[in-house]
Each structure stands twice: as structure tokens, then as C-alpha cells.
């Protein structure tokens, strides 16, 4: 495991919320109960069938493969009230964590009927009433505004309920970046928000486009704790975001943390790729977070191989089931596009993130 | 209890400040909007009677002021983000136009962004930072876009647009800011939104104007009146969705439309009314439809530019003269 | 030498190629431009002919994008940027309205701003990023916009904008890229800009219209012309500034008008050619204008509902019917 | 003369082209020769008195009392090819020691027609032709990315011209900062950013608005040199500026200059305030850059007190014959919107900065 804490600007004197030492990380991350070990287990093998699913049955879908230890790890034991934003790349997991049903999401990923937003929105968007902040539009980095201001609601109906969202890392570089977090930082809002660094937008490598090396570094700029974390060890991840998350809690702000992962397929399903040294992705395919995670779990004794060949048998048949019903759903209904869904009406307000 | 007299500005103050008192969950954020009582007094009082929870100071930065409105309306609050002019719409236009418009059709309904924009637009007192783009996002389904001319209206339609359930971008003329003063409703009033108004009844031709174009149009019908001329003006105070209606009822009764905004001619709410004209009301019309707005050009700084480009009452009374002499 | 046949992003990249080796001063900038070479191959070959110096790699700030272009124009270099889908271009609207279009009129003519701005848009064969907003510059003065609907013209228009000293938007169709092949001249051939096309004479009806449906006009053109009725139909290639002349010749020989584009119909570019009509050739036209658009949801993304959205052949064929039977 | 070097982001290992260390700086700074010492001076001087009558001529204008240090520190020396684009608080100096006419600038200021811009643009515009981004639109910030991009032109063309930009610390919360500062930083553009850090954007203290305290520390998140210095201390200002433009002329890339100042008026002329404490106003009129600097220089010997009134005595004559000469001057011609000028002919192509 790797975490550095990035408290840069300190010549400034001005950085708030200092995050607590490696020390009490290391704890957290070692003390994930067992319960949980296999949970986030169980759910990057989920992450890894059900992504491939939809890679397959849609070419161009956005493979995560290679990024669950950071999805999971973020995403994972969250309030079922607080409020998340995942990134576009590989957001069923954390949606399906919070309870959304397998056959409607891929129904989703398909544009059918059964999904959440009837066929209208991208593939992402999941739930509302789960507290998922939707992915309606396709334009990076907006998003990041809107969760802040989902933070903001929460922040301002008082209590302790926290925002979390993540992000690319070609991302970062949108202007929304830099105003919603130094909003946050400002207003010292309840939210992480985690980077999914996966060393590539499309197909430029991160070093083309970032020429501070660490996106945790860009804390700094905000007064607010940067952390950059091994996006491929899970538990890492977990212990990271939940420490962020109890900051956030206890009123203390935002935190910035980078998950340094790969993306091991393509930009889509069916990239043809080219841009990238196959010594590059070999290397990165050996350190795959999955199988990573079965040796660490088989050494310590949680799983046998037996149960491990349970377990994926147990995925493959449950993301086979969500398959076959998204495929038996019918298609959008060309019937209704909806004209007259466009307002809301007074009743709507009952809906949204509750 | 009488009719209280206030300006426009007061009255959109006045707005927000019920619906403040009635519903916890409204809030108002912007810059300069505390302490100072926002740019051209546009938030007054609202500070000291709320405090900085509810009447929040921002940075400059409007796309994360306005996704903030998004993300806080998702969550059941019903923010006021006020964007200080008109002419920065530009640098948020992704949090309009793609989340706060789409939300909630894209999720099925699900969701919903009840939520104010408010802008301040126009040529005003200090000539800064006049554009009107409202036009743009009129072709954007799922914003509900106005820009009231009366005090009375400035205060009923920024009531229902807190109450709205849908993002609603209220643009606030700033010359009607201090310059006009009328009398508006006690209490609990709510201007529909989704409406124009018919300003002034008459027979031989309808202007459809917008913000202070409606009182030049008022002031070009009063002088045409002592000339026998009537002429009917509608207040296209709702901008979209647009009430197409009202319009096509006054054509139907004039046979001759006008229709005048301060923003560019070319491409402008204008072009939207005039071609529904052409398609709904052609066998209504007895004369061609005369669009009056700004000519093509960046707009101009020094004032006798800006007057020159402004379109004025005379522009208004030279088209009526047009169209009643084709 | 025959003409060669090329699919239309091949045209629009053969342009682009022979400006950059015949001036040295134009670079293009975008994401994944250079290596990948281009979203759906719309910088094909460019990096490997020029390089890193003249193909640049940006990172996903489409602001600082474009006000680089900007930049670089004012200092007399002659940048193509590349905005990889219309879609992002709400996220850099200052640069294009604030700036690029108003520095040479705002310094008295002493700056220019010789950039394009190229970027997708409209339904493609991925279904991505589809959204229309060029109606929006065509309301801001200073800005050239182009649609080009064939490969001739997407080569001869590219040529064109690289050589204009003033801004220019370039909307390439995505459905476009790879599904119309044809003729294209060779050598320096450069299409003006700021003129509109008649791509099939008639005498019934006009129709104007922009990018795909230019096609698909043309396909209702072919169905009429079996039942006896002649269609004129426009390609309005050049959006801004309109040459709105030879629209007008059209309908003074047809009487009827029908705009069609991808775009939301409300607000779009069809209502200032509509209102245009309605000033100008009122009396030259027999019937209603008619408007073939979008419907007023956002663009949905499943194909069935894609498909019930975008208009199609025959929405413009029961326009037709529609005017020639009032 | 206080100096600080911000480093941040160490821990991230990238920090890339940092900063030369003190010594070269307050080397730099001592060893500005006797003639530009009376030079800064006297456009120290020329900015105030300059400034002034433009408030009292227009109470709209944005007083730039108390930044003259700042902004004639960045903008003196420059080469006249380098390109520079100043913020609107005060940009007439900057323009003026780059050669436009007082009485042009002055007329500018009031919208006259002998202003370069005919009347048309916001009163800060400048002469494009003296290779001045002019300002042309209101929007805080989009100016970045047009100053950055005039770099790309100058780094484009080879040799080693630079481009200098200055702007608010209010401004550096906007998205436009953040991706054009990162643009430079990734393509090593020749550019030096200063921040012309006055405490205040409108009536908002920066602690209301900036959770980090230090402008410079967001250099770290770009992995370029952050330097802070005393705004108010002229030669400072001047040898830091030098020094980022030394390495920006050496291929070096972009810096971040943060130059710590206050804004002694109001947010505009006739800004009735109330916002700040009348203490905090005191203190900062205390440490007004001007007598300040007179105080240095006689103290060294550079000037007496005569040849200090004699000077004072020349810049107001020449101020008000440019106050003058723009009162003289007809308005704006109505008659000339200028339609045919919009769109630029095939001849403008020679104009631009050069
Ligand atoms: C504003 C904007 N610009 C460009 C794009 C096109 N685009 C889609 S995905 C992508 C790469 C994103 O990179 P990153 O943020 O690192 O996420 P990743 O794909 O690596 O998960 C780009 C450039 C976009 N969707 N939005
Ligand atoms: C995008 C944008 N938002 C808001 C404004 C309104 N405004 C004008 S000046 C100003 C304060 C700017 O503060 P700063 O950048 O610190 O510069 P200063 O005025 O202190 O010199 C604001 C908010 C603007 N011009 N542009
Ligand atoms: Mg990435
Ligand atoms: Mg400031």
C-alpha cells in the first residue's frame, strides 16, 4: 500500500485540515473487517463480469477493467444517505452498492425501456432516489459542480451526510475542477472527491497533459488535504476515501485524493487502441487489482479456491440473469418521447435525492 | 391594505424576500450579494434579515455557482444563484444548458432542479455589461426563461419562479432597476409563469416586446394614439416556453405584427415569434412582420454608440408607420 | 486531372492538409488529434506529415482551447481548434462570443482573429455528443458559421475558413464523416463563405436547409419530382452571415418556403430564415412557412427515440404537402 | 523586501523549473540601475496621477491607488516585441510605458473618439499594434486564455519573446485561470502570470473566497514556480517578474507571480465602501508603495526633495495636457456604429500584434 499525503503550499501557511498520518490509514486499511474484505470482493468481481457485459453487448461502451479497486474502494460503505457521483467509466458498481437493480442498469446500458432514464439519458445515469447524482450530459467536469452543490444541500439541511464523487484525471483540467473544489474548500463543504487516475484521457497519456505529475498536488491551490493513494489496492482506497469521509462528517471539508490505477481496455469497447506500448499494458495487466486482491485474500486465509470459483460462478450467474431480463426488456418506446416530461410539475419535488 | 409603490428593484427584492421568510429551504448565493446588497442594490437587506447561511458570498466562479444551484435543487433545496450580469452567462453555460435543463427529463423524471438563475441585462444607468442573450436559451427544451417589465410582475414572477419545480433563468432589465416604479400586490403573489401579457389593448397592429422595450412600445402607442392610430402591445414577460396563443389572438384581431427587443435582431427571441407568425397566422396577416432589435454589431461603450445601437421608441413608431402603409 | 471522390472527412482533412503545407503559420490543436488522429479520423494522417509542433495535443480544457486559438490568431498565426463535439461547447462560450468575436470591431479594426473553430455535431453513427447549438452564433455579430453538407464544399469551405481573417465555426455533421462520398476538386480550391447554395432547381417550393437534412431534402426532392412537384432546394451551407438574397430570389419563383434543420426547431436557425421571409417576401409568398425541427425534449439517446426525434424525409415531405395544399 | 518561494507539491516529485533561490532575486532586485530606479518612479507616479484624473473624469472607472508598485514593477523593462495583457485595474501605465498616447488613453477612458478604440470597447482597451492584448469583453478571467495563447503564437514563431499577463486574486477562482495556467505549464509556453493580489474582489475579503491563503501556492498543482512577493515594493516586483521572464525566454516555461497589494479606493471611483474596516484601510494607506519608494530613493540618494516636486510638477503637466487633449476631442461619432467593420477585410490581416 501507498499513500503519501501531498500538504504542499505550506509555505503559505495557509493549509487546512491537515489529514491525519499514514499511521491511522495503515489502521484503517488493516482493519477492514473481514465482512468487508469479502464485500469488496465480491463487488470488483461484480464490477469486472458486469462491465465486460456491457462491453459486449455494447461496442461502445467505456471499459473499467482495471479500475475496480479504485471504484469499489470509493464507493463502497457509504450511507445509504449520502449522496455519490461517480465517474462515467465504470459507475454501475457504485450504483449497484447502493441498492439499483442489475437487470435495469444494463437495461440502461442498452437504451432500453427497463433502465432508469427510459432510453433518454447516457447509459450511466442510475437511480435519483438512491442519491445518485445522474450523468445526464457528456460534457466532463460539469458534473463536479453539480455534486458540490449536492454537498451544498447537505451541508445546509445540517446533520453529517457527505457527497462523494470521482473524476478522471484528463478531467482535472477542465476549469469545473478548479471552481468546484475551491468552492467546497471554501464553503468547506461535506465532500471527497477522488480522482480515478488512470494515466489516460482517450488516448493521451496523463504526462501530455498534467505537467505537476500528482493531481493531489492541486490541493494545495485549495487549502485542502491532497492525497494520493494506490488505486489498485482496495483497501487502501477504502481506508483513504472513509478517512476523507469522516473529515467531511465532522464538518472539516473537502479532501482531494488520487487513485493511480490504469485502464487496462480500451477508451471504448471496441478501441483499436495504438497509442500505448503493449510493454505498458503488459505491465499494468500484471498488476491487475483483482487477482491482486484474491492472492492477498487467499493468503490471509478469508477465501479458499473453492470459494473463490463459488463466488465468480455466483457473479457470472447473477450479471447473466440482469443480461437476459435487459435483453428480454423491450426497447424505448419510440411511442413516447416524452414532450410533456419535460417541466415538472408540482408533484415532481416528492422525487430527487432524498 | 393599499398598494404599496416600489421600483423594479425593490420589488424583485421584495420577491425573494417572502418566499425567504415562508420556505427554509430558499437561499440566495452570488457575489457581493451580502454585505454590499448585491450590484445595483439587487439584494438589499437580504443579508441582514438572513444572515450568511442563507445569503451566501461566492467566488468568482459562475459554473460552480450555478452547478452548486443544481446540485443544492437536486437535493430538495431551492437555491437563487445569481449570476451578477447578463454578460457571464457565457462562463456557464454547460451547467444550463446541459445539467440544469436535462436533469429532468433524462431521468425519467426522477429528478427535478427547482432552482432561479437571475441575471441583470440591458442597457442601464452605468452601460456596463449590457448583453442580452436570453434568445439562446429559449432553444434549449426544459428552461423556463423570463424577464418581466413591472414592478408587479418583477415580484409575482420571481415568487413563482422560487416556487417553480424547474429551472427558471430570470433576466432583470437594468434600466427598469431604478427607473421604474409601480405598484405591486401585498402578500402571497405569484405571476404565472408561461404567460405574455397584454399590456395595452388595440385594433390596427400588435407589438410583442420584452423588458424595456415594452415601455418604449407603450410610449410609441401613446403617441400614435393622438393620432388615431391603436395599437395593441403585448408584455412578452415569459419568454419560454413561449405563450404563442395570446399572440396569435392579437394578430388575429390586428392583422399586423411588430415584435421588439433590446438584443441583437438577427437570431433573437424575435426570429422565434415572427416565424411562428409566418407559419400559424400567415392568412391572419395583412402585412409583412417587422422585427425591431439591435443591428449586427458588438455593442458599443460610449454613449452616443450605445444610443445610436439601442433600439429605440422610434424604431418601434417607424415600423408601425411601416406595416400600416404595406 | 479527373476529380477525385472522397468521403467527407476525408475532404475536410485533405483541406486542412494542403492550407498546413501551403502555410506555415496554420497549426491545428485538439484532443487526441495527432497520434489517434482525430475523433472518427478528422485529423487523419495530419501528425504524421506535420508533427507535434503542428498538431498539438491539448488537454481537456476546451476554454483554454479555444482562447489559445485566440491568442495565437492575434498574434497573426492561423490556428484551427478543434472542440471535439459540439456538445462542449457551452464549456467555452466566452472565448468564442466575448472574444473572438467582438476583438477586431472593439479595437477599431487594429486586431484579427484569424482562427476556426472546428467541432461534430448532429446524430452520428455512434449516436454521441449529437447536440445542434449553432443557431446560438448566429445571433452574435462577428462570428463567420458554416455547415457544409457535401465533400466539395466541406474541402472548398475548410480552405475558405483557414484563409478568412475572422473567426470562423465550423460545423461538421457527423452522419456526414463517412456516409456521403463525391466529388472533390482538385488543387486550391476555396469555396466562399457567406453564401447559401441551390442544389436542385424547382418551382413549387423551396426548402432550405442545413447539414443531413439537406440530404434528406433532396430525397423528398427526388420522391416529388415522380408526383409532379418541383422542389427548390437550398443548402444553407453558410449560416452567418445569411445570404438571405438568394433565398428570397427562390421563394419570388416558388411562393413557398420550408426551413428544415437537426436542430431544435424553436429558437433555431430556421426562425430567422422564417422571419427573414415573413419581412421580406411576404408578399411574394402563397402559404404558411414552415419549420422542420427538432421537437422540444432533449435529445434522447436510445435509437428508437433518436430516431422519433430527428427529423426526417418525411417531416419535409409533409411540409410540402402541407404548403402546397393552403 | 519580502520574498517567498512556494515549492509546493514536493512530495509528488514534480515540481518542475523551480524558482532560482533568494539570493539571485534580492541580487536582482539591488542591482536595478540608478535610471530605472527614477524610472519606476516616475511611472509610479505617472499611474497615480493618471489613475485619478480618470476617476475624477469617470465614476465608473476602477482605481488602481495603492497597486502602482505591482503593476509598474510587472510591466516596466519589458522588450517592446514581448506581448503583454494587464489586468483592467490600472492598465494605462502599462500601456503607456509601451508607448500610447496619454490623450488617446485618456479619451479611451471616456468613451471619446480619439480613444484606440473609436468609442467601441471597455475604457482599459490599448493599441493592439504596440503588441497589447486589448480587453475587449467583461468577463474576469477569459483574458488568460487569450494572453496564453498569444504565447502559443510567440513560442510558435521561435526566438524568445514573451508574453506577460496580470490579473485579480479574486480572478484566479475562475475555471479559465486554471486551464490556461495548466496549458502553459504543459507546453512550457513563454509566459509569466502575475497576480495583482489586492485583498478584494468587489467587497469580498480573499478569505472569503480562497480557502488557500496563497495564490502561488497553485503553482504546485501545475508543476510550475509559485513565488509570493511584497506588491508593494516596486524593485521586488520588478526582479521577480525579470527573473520568470528570464526563464520564460529561456525556454524555461511559465511562472506564477503572486504580488501581495491593496486596493486603497474603492471597487470603482465613486464605490461608497463600507465593507472594510476603516483600521485595515489605515494601515494599508500607511504602507502606500509611493512615498514608500520616494522615501527609499532619498534616502539613497537617487532624488531630493526639489527634484522630486519637479517631477511630481512634470507628470501632472503632462496629465493634464492628456486630459485636455481628451476633453477637446469630439465624442464617439454617432454617425459611424461601425457596421462594415465587424468582420475583418483580407488588409487587416497586417494589423494584430506584430
Ligand atoms: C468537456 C469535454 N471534453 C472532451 C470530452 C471527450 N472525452 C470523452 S472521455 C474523454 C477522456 C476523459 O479522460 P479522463 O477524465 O481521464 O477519464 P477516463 O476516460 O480516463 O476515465 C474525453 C476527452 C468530453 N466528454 N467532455
Ligand atoms: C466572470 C466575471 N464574473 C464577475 C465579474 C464582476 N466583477 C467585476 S470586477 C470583480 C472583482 C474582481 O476581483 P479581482 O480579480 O480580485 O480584481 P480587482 O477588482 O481586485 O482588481 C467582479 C467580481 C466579472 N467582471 N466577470
Ligand atoms: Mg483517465
Ligand atoms: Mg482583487
Chains 1, 4 share one sequence.
Not at chain 1, 484528463?170 to 469545473?176: P, V
Not at chain 1, 493468503?299 to 463466488?311: F, I, M, S, T
Not at chain 2, 435543463?101 to 437571475?118: C, E, F, I
Not at chain 2, 434600466?175 to 404565472?192: C, E, F, Q
Amino acid at each position: 500500500m501507498t499513500i503519501s499525503s501531498t500538504t504542499a503550499g505550506s509555505s503559505s501557511g495557509a493549509v487546512h485540515g491537515a489529514p491525519a498520518g499514514e499511521s491511522i490509514r495503515d489502521t484503517l486499511a488493516a482493519h477492514v473487517s473481514p465482512d468487508d474484505r469479502l464485500a469488496l470482493l465480491r463487488n470488483m468481481i461484480l464490477c469486472r463480469v458486469l462491465e465486460r457485459a456491457c462491453c459486449e453487448l455494447n461496442p461502445r461502451w467505456f471499459p473499467a477493467e482495471g479500475e475496480e479497486a479504485t471504484i469499489v474502494g470509493t464507493f463502497y460503505g457509504l450511507r445509504p444517505d449520502d449522496v455519490i457521483a461517480a465517474h462515467y467509466r465504470g459507475p454501475f458498481i457504485a450504483y449497484a452498492m447502493r441498492g439499483a437493480e442489475l437487470g435495469r442498469l444494463v437495461g440502461q446500458a442498452l437504451g432500453k425501456a427497463n433502465g432508469y432514464a427510459k432510453g433518454r439519458a447516457l447509459g450511466f445515469t442510475g437511480p435519483v432516489e438512491l442519491n445518485i447524482v445522474p450523468w445526464v450530459a457528456g460534457d466532463l467536469g460539469t458534473s463536479l459542480g453539480v455534486a458540490t452543490g449536492a454537498a451544498l444541500g447537505l451541508q445546509y439541511e445540517g446533520g453529517d451526510r457527505v457527497a462523494v464523487v470521482s473524476f478522471g484525471d484528463g478531467t482535472s483540467n477542465r476549469g469545473d475542477f478548479h471552481e468546484a473544489v475551491n468552492l467546497a474548500a471554501v464553503w468547506k463543504l461535506p465532500i471527497v472527491y477522488v480522482c480515478q487516475h488512470n494515466q489516460y484521457s482517450i488516448s493521451l497519456h496523463a504526462s501530455q497533459v498534467l505537467a505537476c505529475g500528482s493531481i493531489a498536488a492541486r490541493a494545495a491551490g485549495y487549502g485542502i488535504p491532497g492525497v494520493s493513494v494506490d488505486g489498485n489496492d482496495v483497501r487502501a482506497v477504502h481506508a483513504v476515501v472513509q478517512e476523507a469521509i469522516g473529515r467531511a462528517r465532522a464538518g472539516e471539508g473537502p479532501t482531494l485524493i488520487e487513485a493511480c490505477t490504469y485502464r487496462l481496455g480500451g477508451h471504448w469497447a471496441s478501441d483499436p487502441g495504438g497509442y500505448r506500448s503493449p510493454e505498458e499494458e503488459n505491465e499494468w495487466r500484471r498488476r491487475d487489482p483483482l487477482p491482486g486482491y484474491e492472492r492477498q485474500l487467499l493468503a490471509e486465509g478469508l477465501v479458499d479456491q473453492p470459494a473463490l470459483a463459488r463466488l465468480w460462478d455466483e457473479v457470472r450467474a447473477q450479471v447473466a440473469a440482469a443480461v437476459a431480463e435487459a435483453q428480454a426488456a423491450p426497447p424505448a418506446d419510440e411511442a413516447d418521447l416524452g414532450l410533456d416530461e419535460v417541466f415538472a410539475g408540482e408533484s415532481a419535488l416528492a422525487n430527487g435525492c432524498k | 391594505m393599499p398598494p404599496r409603490r416600489l421600483t423594479f428593484v425593490e420589488a424583485l427584492v421584495e420577491g425573494m424576500r417572502g418566499e425567504m421568510r415562508r420556505d427554509p429551504d430558499v437561499f440566495l448565493m452570488g457575489q457581493d450579494v451580502g454585505v454590499m446588497g448585491g450590484a445595483m442594490g439587487g439584494s438589499k437587506g437580504l443579508y441582514d434579515e438572513f444572515g450568511p447561511r442563507r445569503v451566501r458570498e461566492t467566488p468568482i466562479s459562475e459554473s460552480a455557482m450555478v452547478g452548486a444551484a443544481v446540485g443544492a435543487a437536486l437535493t430538495g433545496k431551492r437555491p437563487i444563484v445569481e449570476v451578477s450580469f447578463g454578460e457571464f452567462l457565457p462562463t456557464c453555460m454547460n451547467q444550463i444548458v446541459l445539467q440544469a435543463a436535462n436533469l429532468h427529463y433524462m431521468t425519467a423524471g426522477k429528478a427535478s432542479v427547482p432552482m432561479v438563475l437571475r441575471t441583470r441585462v440591458g442597457d442601464g444607468p452605468y452601460r456596463g455589461h449590457p448583453q442580452c442573450f436570453e434568445a439562446w436559451f429559449t432553444h434549449v427544451p426544459g428552461l423556463k426563461v423570463v424577464m418581466p417589465s413591472t414592478p408587479a410582475d418583477g415580484l409575482g414572477m420571481m415568487v413563482a419562479a422560487i416556487r417553480d419545480p424547474n429551472p427558471v433563468l430570470f433576466f432583470e432589465h437594468m434600466y427598469l432597476y431604478h427607473a421604474i416604479r409601480g405598484d405591486v400586490p401585498d402578500g402571497d403573489h405569484a405571476t404565472p409563469l408561461g404567460k405574455v401579457f397584454v399590456r395595452r389593448e388595440g385594433t390596427d397592429v400588435t407589438v410583442a416586446a420584452t423588458g424595456w422595450m415594452v415601455h418604449k412600445a407603450l410610449a410609441a402607442a401613446e403617441l400614435l394614439g393622438g393620432e388615431g392610430v391603436s395599437v395593441e402591445v403585448i408584455d412578452v414577460a415569459c419568454l419560454a416556453p413561449l405563450d404563442f396563443d395570446t399572440i396569435a389572438a392579437s394578430i388575429r384581431k390586428t392583422s399586423r405584427l411588430i415584435v421588439a427587443h433590446e438584443a441583437w435582431k438577427v437570431g433573437g427571441l424575435g426570429a422565434e415569434i415572427a416565424a411562428e407568425a409566418a407559419e400559424r397566422c400567415f392568412f391572419d396577416l395583412d402585412a409583412p412582420v417587422v422585427r425591431v432589435g439591435a443591428p449586427q454589431t458588438p455593442l458599443p461603450l460610449a454613449k452616443p454608440l450605445r444610443d445610436r445601437f439601442l433600439p429605440g421608441t422610434h424604431d418601434i413608431l417607424s415600423a408601425i408607420r411601416t406595416v400600416l402603409t404595406t
